[in-house]
């Protein structure tokens, strides 16, 4: 659901190849793909949102699940995934895995400044901010980065789509890895980050009544891609 994503702005920037008998043909110049832009929402296919599965264009569905890092994991764990994967994930469906080093840590700095005896201390307040402007790269240095995982299946079988889901819940329940479903307003927010790239704008809120392609921040604003 989520790498289409590179393929699809390779295309509209004039990068996608053509592998034609070991031949690379090159398509429009990026300069010319600029003149008639695609607005962001016809990037993603995401239409509605049901018990955790997402209707897509064409008939497709998913879901996509945030799961925790998994530190020093015994090999009984790396055998279970591997066994989901060969065993019992559906025919026909697409798994994919996607980390972001997201810059936005305003809701981890919010989470340790509401512990207590916090609020009105201007040290740990002081102390926020720095990493804020740390996470911005406003004082030259590295930025911060608050690195996410997340794991999206698509498949055109609203069966087997609720089938896998149920069953990587238990597989990562099994050895030990904390997740969480990604509810419409949680993949606005995503897409959001990775699309509208230097722009630290809240992102709408999600309606049942609108396609949830639609909601996406700046949906109607073209790719620009910087030469």
Request: charged share 25%; net charge negative.
């Amino acid at each position: 659901m989520l790498s289409d994503i590179c393929s699809k702005i390779a295309d509209l920037a004039g990068l996608g190849t053509e592998e034609s008998m070991g031949a690379t043909k090159n398509n429009t110049p990026i300069l010319e793909q600029m003149n008639s832009p695609t607005p962001k929402s016809e990037l993603f296919p995401y239409i509605s949102f049901e018990d955790g599965i997402y209707h897509n264009e064409n008939d497709g569905f998913g879901f996509c699940l945030e799961i925790s890092p998994l530190v020093g994991v015994p090999d009984s764990a790396e055998a279970q995934l591997e066994s989901f994967i060969k065993d019992q994930m559906p025919d026909g469906g697409i798994l994919q895995v996607l980390m972001l080093a997201s810059d936005r840590v305003d809701g981890i700095l919010n989470n340790w400044l509401d512990k207590p005896n916090r609020e009105l201390d201007a040290f740990w307040q002081s102390r926020a901010d720095m990493y804020r402007n740390i996470a911005k790269g406003r004082d030259g240095s590295i930025r911060a980065r608050n690195f996410r995982t997340f794991v999206s299946f698509s498949c055109n079988d609203k069966s087997k789509t609720a089938l896998c889901l149920k069953q990587i819940k238990t597989t990562l329940g099994t050895i030990g890895c904390q997740y969480k479903e990604n509810q419409p307003q949680d993949l606005i927010n995503l897409i959001d980050e990775i699309v509208n790239v230097g722009f630290m704008m809240q992102a709408k809120e999600y309606t049942p009544r609108l396609p949830i392609k639609r909601q996406i921040s700046r949906a109607q604003m073209p790719v620009m891609i910087d030469e």
